[in-house]
């Protein structure tokens, strides 16, 4: 079994001065390179993934509205990370990858195409966690910090 060596949750906005604050996309996966520098994952696969995942927590449930929050959490072992990113929801839809080419609604399907595994689920309050898994491939001697 593999063992955990890294857990770490984190509120975004981090800080939330104000009842309008909202969620910006970019912080995310910005936490996210710098908690991971070093872990040996492909940042720039995990910064695309979770930019789509946070979007669309902001677009489609009550975390883009103002006074919204979203946590990311990120679970590391010896052979991968797992992020999850969890929404505060009133979704009334499961999120889906669309059967046929749009013009949008495609962030699912690069997180299914880049992901070695991700999926999603949804508490009895309404929360959303969608997660992805990427391996780690090396680099990762002395992380974390």
């Known amino acids: 079994m593999p063992t955990g060596r890294f857990v770490e949750v984190v509120r975004f906005p981090v800080e939330n001065v104000s009842p309008e ?16 520098d070093g872990a040996g994952a492909d940042l720039d696969d995990v910064d695309l993934m979770a930019a ?11 975390s883009g509205r103002p006074g919204g929050q979203v946590w990311a959490a990120v679970i590391a072992t010896d ?8 929404d505060q929801s009133e979704a009334r839809s499961e999120p889906w ?9 495609r962030g699912l399907l690069i ?10 689920s949804r508490d009895r309050n309404g929360y959303t966690t969608v997660w992805f898994q990427v391996p780690r491939t090396g680099g990762a001697a002395g992380w974390p910090r």
């Open 97 to 105: 990858i669309p059967p046929y080419p749009v013009l949008s609604g």
């Open 52 to 62: 789509e995942i946070v979007t669309n927590a902001v677009r489609h449930t009550a």
């Open 79 to 86: 052979e991968q990370v797992r992020v999850e990113v969890i």
């Open 21 to 36: 604050a909202q969620v910006n996309v970019r912080e995310v996966p910005a936490y996210l390179r710098e908690a991971l």
């Open 111 to 120: 997180v299914q195409e880049l992901a070695a595994r991700w999926d999603w």
